[in-house]
Structure formats: structure tokens, C-alpha cells
């Protein structure tokens, strides 16, 4: 027997309990996990509390981010003993995920634990974490480099954002962060923000052009913000947008992509290539230092996830929640 959760739905219930589970709850696989940390992302959120429809196998272990040591395996991928770390691939969604004790995964879903990191650090930054490094790496990749101007980073306390500042401010770039907690200014700047704006400049309908401000955007709200922020992009610009914290529309109009010849960069990491994954991990590793992993996160016992899911949802946590499973 091992401890997790697990959401059932029957007819209109739907709930989330922590319970004592056996190896028959998990799926097919060729790789036995035994997880020490997972992660609590805005995905899990909603799984956890049935605010969206994330979860589309019932019953189900949620969790998008596991991190622990191989108990067996039987390709030739890995061994026993080996440190592992999983993002996404519909892990917590239709496969059984990060948020038990116990988990049974493939092998080509896996990464070896990156050197520098330990299996708590690689889960204080997750997939909010890599998907901050994937949006980085469209902007470098599209041109956009520290002296090209100011980068707008949306959703900032969030961790998509708290880890695209951190990253960036890193890499030498002036950024500007967008949030509706004003009063989390100080975290902001400690991650290296030069500008803290009120999120309500962007977030109401908005004008098709708008004066021309940013280098590149990194953006997980969507909805107005995104079309302002691609409003406002300078000429040549990128926009790598990853979430949909305020909505999943796009109420714009392509006046930004055929008069100022902006790019938007779609931002997905669930199915992203183990190549990217790799080179996403390996750059993370390179560039966070401890004390920004413990700025960011907080780390919380399988037992308050519920709780918390629902406060994330209510856009109430700051940074990283960092699940001890283990
Ligand atoms: P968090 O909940 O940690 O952060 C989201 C942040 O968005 C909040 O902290 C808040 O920041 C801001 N926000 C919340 N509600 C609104 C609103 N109504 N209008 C404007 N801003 C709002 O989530 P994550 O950082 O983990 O994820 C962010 C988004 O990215 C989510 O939509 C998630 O699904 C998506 N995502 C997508 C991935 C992909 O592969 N494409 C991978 C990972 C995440 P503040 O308080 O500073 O305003």
C-alpha cells in the first residue's frame, strides 16, 4: 500500500481525498517510481478542485511533476536506483501522476535528474519552472537578447512568472513585470524586476496598435492582456504566450503581426521533445542559484494540497508549491 490522492467522479460528485491506494490504481508503464516530490501547478488546481476539465480518466492520481528514484525498470532506459523527473505528457491528466507515493510511467517520459540539482530543487521549479526556460529560449532563439529593449513578464507572482523573471534577470535583461499584487512588489524586484505595473493596464479591451514598448513578451494570462501586450510589442518583436490565467480567448486583431511583423510563439511544454526538455533542464540547472529555488518556493505535505489547490486557483499563491510526497 502507498498514500495518495485521488480524484473520482461519480454522476455530479466530484472529489479529491488523500487515501491508502495498491498498485492496481496505477497504469501501464514500464518504469515503478518511488516519488519524493511533486509539484502543485495551476493544471493540478484545477484538477484537484474540478474547475476545469483537466482530468479526462477517472479514477485518477493527480500531478503534472514527479521527482524520485526508479525502483525498476524494464527497458533499458534506466536502473534501479536512478533519479528521475517527469513534466507533463498528460501525467495527472489521463495517466496517473506525481501526487502519490508510488508512480508507474514510461521510460521515454522520463529525464535523468539533472547534476546539480537535487530531486526537491528540479520540483521547486516543475513545469512552471521549464515552461518559464521554454518561453526564454523562443525569445533568444527569435533574436531578442538583454540589450534589445524591455521584456514584459505577465502573471508575475505566479510561477510561470516568478521563474521567467528570475531567469531572465539572470541572463542580463530589463524586465517588467505585470501583477495584480502591487504589494508583492519587493518579491518581484528580489527576482530582478526593474518595473512593477498594475496587471488592470492590460487586462481591460484595448486598442489594436498601441505605442510600441516591448522587446519580447513572455505571457501565461492570455485573453485581453495578451492582445494588449502583442499590441505593444515593438517591431520585430516576439510574444511567447504559455498560459491562460485570465482567460483562454483571443480578442485581438492581427494589426500587430501584419503591420509591425510581431510574432506570437505558442508555448507548449506537455508534449515537448526530449531534446528540448533536455536542453530546457540543463540551461534551468546552469542558471538558478539555491537561494532563488527557495525565494520562489514553499513546500507543503501531501496532506494540505486540497487546501491549497483552492487558494491557487484564487490567484492567492505567491511563487512555487513545492509537494513533499515521500
Ligand atoms: P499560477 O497560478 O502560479 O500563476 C498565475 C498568475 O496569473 C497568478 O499568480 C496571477 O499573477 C495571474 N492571474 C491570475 N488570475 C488572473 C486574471 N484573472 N487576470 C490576470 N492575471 C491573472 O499559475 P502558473 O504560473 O503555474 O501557470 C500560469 C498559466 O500558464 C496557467 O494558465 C497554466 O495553465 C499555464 N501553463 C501552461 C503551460 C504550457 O505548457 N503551455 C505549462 C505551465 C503553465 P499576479 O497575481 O502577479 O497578477
Known amino acids: 500500500m502507498f498514500k495518495g490522492l485521488l480524484v473520482e467522479k461519480d454522476g455530479h460528485s466530484y472529489q479529491a481525498t488523500i487515501q491508502n491506494l495498491d498498485d492496481s490504481v496505477l497504469m501501464e508503464g514500464d518504469t515503478v517510481i518511488s516519488v519524493s516530490y511533486s509539484t502543485l501547478n495551476y493544471k ?12 479526462r480518466k477517472f479514477p485518477m492520481i493527480p500531478g503534472i511533476d514527479l521527482a524520485g528514484t526508479v525502483i525498476s525498470c524494464s527497458s533499458d532506459k534506466f536502473k534501479a536506483g536512478d533519479e528521475v523527473v517527469l513534466n507533463g505528457f498528460g501525467v495527472g491528466e489521463v495517466h496517473c501522476g506525481g501526487l502519490a507515493q508510488k508512480a508507474k510511467l514510461h521510460s521515454d517520459w522520463l529525464i535523468p535528474l539533472p547534476k546539480s540539482l537535487s530531486v526537491k530543487q528540479s520540483m ?10 521554454l518561453c526564454v529560449i523562443a525569445l533568444e532563439k527569435h533574436g531578442v537578447l538583454p540589450d534589445s529593449g524591455e521584456i514584459l513578464v505577465t502573471g508575475a507572482n505566479g510561477g510561470v512568472g516568478s521563474y521567467a523573471i528570475a531567469l531572465l534577470a539572470k541572463l542580463g535583461y530589463t524586465i517588467v513585470a505585470a501583477t495584480g499584487r ?14 512593477i505595473i498594475d496587471r488592470k493596464l492590460l487586462s481591460e479591451p484595448g486598442r489594436p496598435l498601441a505605442k510600441e514598448r516591448w522587446a519580447g513578451v513572455i505571457d501565461s494570462v492570455g485573453s485581453h492582456t495578451l492582445v494588449n501586450a502583442c499590441a505593444s510589442t ?13 482567460g483562454m480567448d483571443l480578442p485581438g486583431t492581427v494589426a500587430p503581426f501584419i503591420l509591425r511583423g510581431i510574432t506570437l510563439a505558442g508555448i507548449d511544454s506537455v508534449m515537448r521533445p526530449l531534446k528540448d526538455r533536455i536542453e530546457a533542464w540543463d540551461r534551468l540547472s546552469e542558471l538558478l542559484d539555491t537561494k532563488t529555488l527557495e525565494d520562489v518556493a514553499t513546500e507543503i505535505p501531501l496532506s494540505q494540497v486540497c487546501d491549497i489547490a483552492q487558494l491557487l486557483i ?7 508549491i513545492v509537494v513533499k510526497v515521500s
Request: aromatic content about 6%; charged content about 20%; proline content about 2%.
Open 234 to 246: 515593438k517591431y520585430g518583436g516576439i510574444v511567447a504566450a504559455c498560459g491562460l490565467a485570465q
Open 124 to 133: 521547486a521549479i516543475g513545469t512552471a519552472g521549464y515552461t518559464a526556460m
Open 44 to 55: 493540478d488546481a484545477l484538477a484537484i478542485t474540478g474547475k476545469s476539465p483537466v482530468v
Open 182 to 195: 502591487v504589494e508583492e512588489s519587493d518579491y518581484l524586484k528580489s527576482l530582478g524586476a526593474s518595473e
Open 314 to 320: 484564487e490567484g492567492k499563491i505567491r511563487g512555487r
